[in-house]
């Protein structure tokens, strides 16, 4: 097997991936700020500490706050719990705000799966997955081939990456949630990348 799959079925999975990742997680779907926090392991384990411990503070001041209300009214505390206000239910964030980052743990999880996926896919298809395997004869006509070309493969991640620090996303996050979502950066950000794609593949193209 070394087609690759049709258009009209990947293209609806990745919309479904993205936005039902969206509505589970309310998260954006990206891999370049996932890679970021394992740059900050220390200072990422104490923020997730920090943010278990405000919730467990937080549970506890409500706590303490409806038996107060209830001491003051007469009233049971589960019912105060159970029953949150009207004026909480209108001050709801809107759809575009996003939740707090999950557990360094869950996007090591993240991480690992595509890794493996990526693996699993290329021996499920027969293709090789040593390193190089994808530099086809194209890529080695515009750039180069063996050491060389994985070289260029590693100067044009590291540019990504400080592109996608500069821009606050990469195309995952931008391109498929942040225009799914219809936000003016992303629509900003994604328009730029992809234009500067094009004019480096024509430079590299004239190039060759």
Do not use: K, N
């Amino acid at each position: 097997m070394s087609a690759f799959l049709p258009f009209w079925l990947l293209g609806p999975a990745l919309g479904a991936l993205t936005v039902g990742y969206w509505l589970a997680v309310r998260r954006p779907l990206g891999v370049s700020g996932v890679l970021a926090r394992f740059t900050r392991v220390d200072e990422e384990r104490a923020f997730d500490r920090g943010v278990a411990q405000m919730q467990a503070g937080s549970a506890a001041l409500e706590a303490a706050m409806a038996a107060a209300t209830a001491e003051m009214f007469g009233l049971a505390p589960e019912a105060i719990l159970a029953e949150p206000s009207a004026e909480i239910a209108i001050t709801t964030p809107s759809g575009r705000d996003c939740a707090p980052p999950p557990p360094l743990s869950a996007h090591l999880v993240f991480l690992l799966g595509l890794a493996g996926g990526g693996l699993l896919v290329a021996l499920w298809r027969g293709q090789p997955w040593h390193a190089g395997a994808g530099l086809d004869a194209a890529f080695a006509a515009a750039v180069a081939q063996g050491p060389l070309g994985l070289l260029a493969l590693v100067g044009g991640g590291l540019l990504l990456g400080f592109g996608a620090s500069a821009s606050g996303g990469c195309s995952a996050g931008h391109g498929l949630t942040g225009c799914g979502r219809l936000m003016p950066g992303s629509l900003l950000a994604t328009a730029v990348f992809f234009s500067a794609a094009v004019a480096c593949s024509l430079l590299l193209r004239g190039a060759a």
